[in-house]
């Protein structure tokens, strides 16, 4: 059965490690903040000048005034710090930002992502993308396996415009956790009820199953 985009936000929750300073992309990686796991700390960054975010506000919590680079409010976290835009992406640029967590639109098995734009379509901009893609050594991909018309997103050359090349490091789908490495897609862990036939069947670049690929704990 594949994920929830909770789900996956939990799973690439359990990436996080302690002391971590990391920046969450719109969509499913903003999820992330409710799941760090228990019994380590995170600072979570985002690109309007905000460090130390926390979960989503409750009706009681919430500040109108307190949001992150996709516009919802937000809470912060203690020992939060807040400062100017340019000082946040200072902070990218300058490598200070161990982990990036992005949604796409396309990967591929060079590690190459397409995430802000579909020709034809209204464009708002790039926002960060490009600063993130090339400041952060870690570079995670939430995103479903497939687009609506089901044809795969993971592919053997991205079809749209990049927002980065040969960036990423690993991708958690709806059905999978992949890496990439060496030209190619390799999978590490399957989605509770499904088989590694439907991945292999919903992947159109190369793909590498090692032996002991292992069910996602979510």
Not at 95 to 117: K, P
Not at 149 to 172: A, D
Request: glycine content about 10%; charged content about 20%; hydrophobic content about 45%.
């Amino acid at each position: 059965m594949a994920l929830s985009r909770e789900q996956i936000a939990q799973r690439v929750a359990q990436e996080f490690n302690d002391g971590d300073y990391i920046n969450l992309g719109i969509g499913i990686p903003t999820l992330a903040a409710n799941y760090v796991p228990e019994g380590i700390e995170v600072m979570l960054q985002s690109e309007n000048g905000l460090l130390g975010m926390g979960p989503y506000p409750t009706k009681d919590q919430l500040d109108a005034d307190m949001i992150n680079a996709g516009k919802e409010t937000v809470t912060a976290a203690t020992g939060a710090a807040i400062f100017s835009s340019a000082e946040s992406f200072a902070m990218i640029r300058g490598g200070h930002v161990d982990v990036t967590v992005l949604g796409a639109f396309e990967v591929d098995q060079e590690g190459n992502i397409a995430s802000y734009m579909i020709p034809g379509k209204l464009v708002k901009g790039m926002g960060g993308a490009m600063d993130l893609v090339a400041g952060a050594e870690n570079i995670i991909v939430t995103m479903t396996h497939a687009n609506k018309n089901g044809e795969s997103k993971l592919l053997e050359k991205c079809t749209l415009p990049l927002t980065g090349v040969n960036c990423i490091t690993k991708i958690i789908t709806d059905l999978a956790l992949l890496e990439v490495d060496n030209g190619a897609f390799i999978l590490r862990e399957v989605a509770p009820g499904v088989s590694v036939e439907e991945v292999k069947e919903k992947t159109a670049g190369k793909l590498i199953i090692p032996d002991d690929v292992k069910e996602m704990n979510v």
